[in-house]
């Protein structure tokens, strides 16, 4: 069965400095992964996808993340912080070759410090 | 930029009461699916439907749960008999292709006391 793994319950940046949010995924084929934001109160945004392809994919508000099949991680980075970047972010998995759910890792709570 | 609607934002309801929770997905889009996400925990899978029946549920998703496609803009998820761990935020999300991404309506809080 396939599963994503947040290792981190919170990750705290000061403005201007790069960002890291950490994933790791299991599956049994080929991963389809994502990255969605969560604001307070809010649903969930789509931030950037991997299916296929460069293993370095772009998304929205600067934010990027590479896809690395040897250690099956799929970090979330960002060069320079904002506050405004402050959020729950959810790194999520589909297996390619088995079914069309998605599978959401635990968050990892982002904070920006001014 | 279209969007997933949800509506009631906020459903409270008491225990063993039916509540019918109501999305329209984009317009374009051919999957649905209902997740749900328990208060400081993580979003969890409920359902997918495509083709006008149900792709894949999961364990979650007992008899108490149904989903419907009534008309050609809304799909609705029912709980039959509601009990107290039903309460979640729960959210509808829709993508073009088992490809996409899916996209995500801003959820109904649904509080069964």
């Known amino acids: 069965a396939q599963s994503v793994a947040q290792p981190e319950d919170q990750v705290n940046v000061a403005e201007g400095n790069p960002l890291t949010v950490k994933c790791t995924y299991s599956v049994s084929g080929n991963p389809y992964l994502f990255w969605y934001v969560q604001y307070p109160n809010r649903g969930l945004q789509f931030l950037l996808k991997?299916?296929?392809?460069?293993?370095l994919v772009k998304g929205s508000y600067g934010f990027e993340a590479e896809f690395n099949k040897s250690q099956t991680s799929f970090h979330l980075k960002k060069p320079s912080a904002l506050v405004s970047d402050s959020a729950l972010y959810f790194c999520a998995v589909r297996d390619a070759n088995r079914d069309d759910k998605i599978i959401f890792g635990k968050g990892t709570r982002l904070h920006i410090l001014p | 930029e279209p969007e997933v609607t949800q509506t009631p934002s906020h459903q409270v309801t008491q225990m063993g009461q039916e509540v019918i929770l109501r999305c329209v997905p984009i317009?374009?889009?051919?999957?649905f699916y209902w997740y749900r996400q328990i208060l400081g925990q993580k979003v969890e899978f409920l359902v997918s439907?495509?083709?006008?029946?149900?792709?894949?549920k999961s364990e979650i998703f007992d008899d108490q749960f149904s989903v419907e496609r009534p008309d050609g803009s809304n799909f609705t998820l029912k709980i039959r008999s509601t009990k107290l761990e039903d309460s979640a935020m729960y959210f509808c999300?829709?993508?073009?292709?088992?490809?996409?991404?899916?996209?995500f309506g801003p959820g109904t809080r649904l509080t069964v006391l």
């Open positions: 999300a829709s993508s073009s292709s088992v490809y996409n991404e899916q996209f």
């Open positions: 991997y299916i296929t392809g460069d293993n």
């Open positions: 317009s374009n889009h051919l999957y």
């Open positions: 439907f495509y083709n006008n029946e149900i792709s894949e």
